[in-house]
């Protein structure tokens, strides 16, 4: 069976730091890959989705930029870091015209 | 008009009452109807999957999607406190496979002792 990892769990980071959050998949090949945000309130935001390693599409512009080093594997990062970006940020993987399955979740808070 | 309207909640019931959920969307291309069940801190957990109109049914959830009226529908009999939870429709036009697919805000439902 498929299992989605994300890490670390929880962060706190200050204004200006930079990011970086992890995402791995394991029991499938050449997932579709995301990237979301969700906010109080605000419901979940697509920030990046991949269908192959390099292949990135971003949804909204931002400090934000996402890499897939790997067939299983996705990152969120930042090199500056803004009060806006606290959140709960989850990583999704689908495969084919599938929907989408969540990970665990990391949840940053800027300070 | 937003794509896809969730009403908020809280919605607070006894245990063992009868609980429906609904999203109604204005999108006529949505073909792919999901419904997540999200507990506090944790990431969503993918509950009913559909496709087109009808209903299906897993243990106490059935999944409701009438497309005529852009309205779908998550009922869950002899509701328990472990489903306390938000939960969040979904749906796409393609199954979600490049990215597109609509959530709603979510409906958080307390289940009462």
């Known amino acids: 069976s498929q299992t989605i990892h994300q890490w670390p769990a929880t962060l706190v980071q200050p204004v200006g730091s930079p990011l970086s959050l992890e995402c791995t998949v394991e029991?499938?090949?050449?997932?579709?890959l995301y990237w979301y945000r969700q906010a109080a309130g605000r419901g979940l935001q697509l920030l990046f989705y991949s269908v192959g390693i390099g292949q990135i599409s971003s949804e909204v512009p931002q400090n934000l930029s996402a890499s897939r080093p790997q067939d299983r594997q996705f990152i969120l990062s930042s090199k500056k870091l803004l009060l806006s970006d606290s959140g709960f940020y989850l990583c999704?993987?689908?495969?084919?015209?599938?929907?989408?399955?969540f990970g665990p979740g990391t949840r940053l808070t800027v300070l | 008009q937003k794509e896809v309207e969730q009403d908020p909640g809280p919605l607070s019931v006894p245990e063992g009452a009868i609980v429906s959920l609904n999203c109604t969307y204005s999108n006529s291309a949505f073909q792919y109807f999901m419904w997540y069940r999200q507990y506090s801190r944790k990431g969503p957990e993918l509950l009913m999957y559909?496709?087109?109109?009808g209903n299906k049914e897993d243990g106490r959830f059935t999944a409701q999607v009438d497309k005529s009226s852009k309205y779908i529908s998550l009922f869950i009999r002899d509701s328990q406190p472990s489903d306390s939870a938000t939960y969040l429709c979904a749906m796409s036009a393609d199954g979600g496979s490049q990215g597109n697919l609509i959530f709603g805000k979510g409906t958080k439902l307390s289940v009462k002792p």
């Open positions: 029991g499938t090949s050449n997932p579709n």
């Open positions: 999704a993987w689908g495969s084919g015209a599938s929907t989408q399955y």
């Open positions: 559909t496709y087109s109109s």
